[in-house]
């Protein structure tokens, strides 16, 4: 065999368009033909957000293909992405860059896309996503999940400070010293000087407490998409209010059953379920007082004798898959935004790239049956 020349020479032009660099068969056509039809669907909320007259954004297709990307792949900062989109042709071709169109700064990039996401769009993507008429007979109708999970904030235990300004502040340089020792700090009288809307919390005993939010996810339980979502400050009874809120923004004719872990077995929030036509098919919280007698539970045999009550709790775990995928995959266990709102809007753009990776399966697979 004839060794090779390695040729240098660059060519002028290019005949090769970009659309020809991309597979038939990779997986981003399919997921890139579902956010097209759903960001068609937006034009209209697009032109409400955009003023007539200025200058020219970066237009929101691609700051929202951007972001998506950034799930799939965990792109760990907006830095590092627009240099992946300049070099990457694959990224390029998702986002919808042309192959000789410049590529932004990181810093225009963020603010465009924060003040897109300030606007609640995040949400209006999930559900303009779920309204399609083709994702829509993937989902049920009657039987949802529904579970919290903590996102750390982008916030060190040392910026949480007296709110009154007393305290000692970190030493300085970098990674100062600071002394907790024989300091009492509660979410009353203290408060994180990075992001003040973050909280402290643990979510059981023997676990440390950490500067978080709660982020909460209503599950349907025929394919396990997420259908709706919620962020909250993190507290004790955030994801009972959380789940309430989410029931109270879906329209429904029927009685349908809801799925949840111990957590949730608490008698006033049962009532409220009830009264919302939800039937509870909800784990017993059948802890042990000091005595040994076991805690008194709101779930009894009118749900428990159903055969639905033994599926509901065999299937709610699922909705854990959701929360491991946007903290491992996409990179959201630690956010780094600051300010519940834009965590909020990222948090739901991850559920939505959850949901992007999983679609394009079940269409296949319903097409095949």
């Not at 990779?26 to 032109?47: K, Q, S, T, W, Y």
């Not at 465009?112 to 209006?124: G, H, K, M, P, S």
Request: charged residues 30%; contains cysteine.
């Amino acid at each position: 065999m004839v060794r090779g020349i390695e040729n240098s020479d660059a060519g002028l032009f290019s005949y090769i368009r970009l659309e020809e660099r991309v597979p038939v068969d990779h997986p981003l056509r399919a997921i890139r033909a579902l956010v097209d039809e759903v960001v068609g669907g937006l034009n209209a909320r697009f032109e409400q957000l955009y003023s007539k007259v200025g200058r020219p954004s970066i237009p929101p297709e691609y700051l929202l293909r951007a972001t998506l990307l950034q799930a799939f792949y965990s792109v760990r900062s907006e830095r590092m992405l627009m240099e992946q989109i300049d070099y990457n042709l694959l990224f390029r071709w998702f986002v919808g860059l042309p192959m000789d169109g410049a590529v932004w700064h990181p810093t225009v990039f963020t603010k465009n896309r924060d003040r897109l996401l300030e606007a609640d769009v995040a949400r209006d993507f999930l559900m303009a996503l779920l309204s399609l008429h083709k994702v829509k007979r993937l989902l049920s109708d009657e039987h949802f999940t529904v579970d919290g999970t903590l996102i750390d904030a982008w916030a060190s235990m040392k910026s949480f400070r007296p709110k009154d300004g007393s305290g000692e502040p970190p030493a300085p340089g970098r990674n100062g010293e600071r002394n907790f020792r024989r300091e009492k700090r509660s979410n009353e009288t203290h408060a994180s000087t990075s992001d003040p809307d973050a909280r402290l919390f643990r979510k059981g005993n023997g676990q440390s407490a950490r500067l978080c939010f709660m982020g909460h996810a209503l599950m349907e339980n025929r394919n396990g998409l997420i259908v709706d979502t919620a962020l909250t400050h993190a507290s004790g009874t955030a994801e009972r209010e959380a789940t309430l809120e989410m029931l109270d923004r879906r329209k429904r004719g029927r009685r349908i059953t809801l799925g949840a872990d111990k957590a949730y077995d608490v008698t006033g929030f049962i009532g409220d379920l009830r009264k919302r036509k939800v039937t509870p098919h909800i784990a017993v919280n059948g802890t042990l007082s000091k005595l040994g007698k076991p805690r008194k539970t709101a779930i009894d045999g009118r749900t428990t004798r159903h055969c639905g009550y033994a599926i509901s709790q065999r299937i709610r775990k699922r909705v854990e898959e959701s929360f491991g995928w946007i903290k491992t995959q996409a990179g959201y266990g630690k956010v780094k935004l600051r300010g519940r709102h834009k965590v909020e809007a990222v948090f739901t753009f991850a559920i939505v790239a959850y949901n992007l990776i999983r679609i394009p399966k079940l269409l296949n697979e319903a097409a095949a049956t």
